[in-house]
């Protein structure tokens, strides 16, 4: 059973598009994350939701849109897709969000984004 | 603002040879420390993790790691590494107030060479 999962994990499209990648997690955890990989596989957090509630909201712009219909869901909707969103997107979950930062987090396969 | 340095960007090695990568962190207070290993075309998996205790971990497949609190590193290390050790390795910190924020350092490349 895969704990956490992504789809699509590959998208390639055109400028301009809008696209959603969703992600799931089974282990019953309470906290998700998007994480952005870019081509130097540098990692960086971009967004976590604890119980569909938002926590952290880095820099990024307001093109991206995470959404959590539930706390086993967390997608994230970009629009107007650009150049230099083409990376590889990471969502991750964690059994919480404690205040001293201990939870491990499990990540998920990755969604390979490429636009054209 | 916190950020991890991980001094080497590719490391290549033989079968058997003995394994250090460097992490170190700027962040004065409170921290937690991970080890994230990512086989190619894999998503990242925890080798290893430090909140507080022995300052030296051990971790899966023989890694182990140890925080120097005044250095500020957190070291990843394996006395004989496998072809199959081959990936891109991720140090991680966690500042003790700031939730589940991780920062990553740049990762380091490893090649093993059979």
């Known amino acids: 059973d895969t704990a956490v999962s992504q789809t699509p994990k590959y998208l390639v499209t055109q400028m301009g598009n809008d696209k959603s990648i969703k992600c799931e997690q089974n282990?019953?955890?309470?906290?998700m994350y998007w994480y952005k990989q870019d081509s130097k596989k540098f990692l960086k957090i971009m967004f976590s939701?604890?119980?569909?509630?938002?926590?952290i909201n880095e820099t990024v712009p307001n093109r991206f849109s995470p959404k959590s219909p539930d706390k086993a869901h967390l997608n994230l909707h970009i629009n107007s897709l650009e150049l230099g969103d083409s990376a590889v997107y990471f969502c991750?979950?964690?059994?919480?969000?404690?205040?001293?930062?201990?939870?491990?987090?499990?990540f998920g396969p990755g969604t390979r984004l490429l636009v054209l | 603002a916190q950020s991890v340095s991980q001094h080497n960007h590719h490391v290549i090695l033989s079968e058997a040879a003995s394994l250090e990568l460097g992490c170190n962190y700027s962040?004065?207070?409170?921290?937690?420390l991970f080890w994230y290993v990512q086989y190619p075309g894999q998503h990242l998996q925890l080798l290893l993790k430090y909140f507080s205790g022995d300052p030296l971990v051990k971790g899966i497949k023989g890694f182990e790691a140890e925080f120097i609190k005044s250095k500020f590193s957190f070291n990843l290390r394996k006395p004989s590494v496998q072809w199959s050790d081959t990936a891109e390795y991720f140090c991680a910190v966690n500042a003790n107030n700031q939730g589940g924020k991780l920062i990553f350092g740049q990762g380091t490349e490893l090649s093993v060479k059979p």
């Open positions: 282990l019953g955890h309470d906290t």
């Open positions: 962040y004065g207070g409170t921290v937690n």
């Open positions: 991750a979950s964690s059994q919480g969000m404690t205040s001293g930062g201990e939870e491990t987090q499990y």
């Open positions: 939701y604890n119980n569909k509630e938002l926590i």
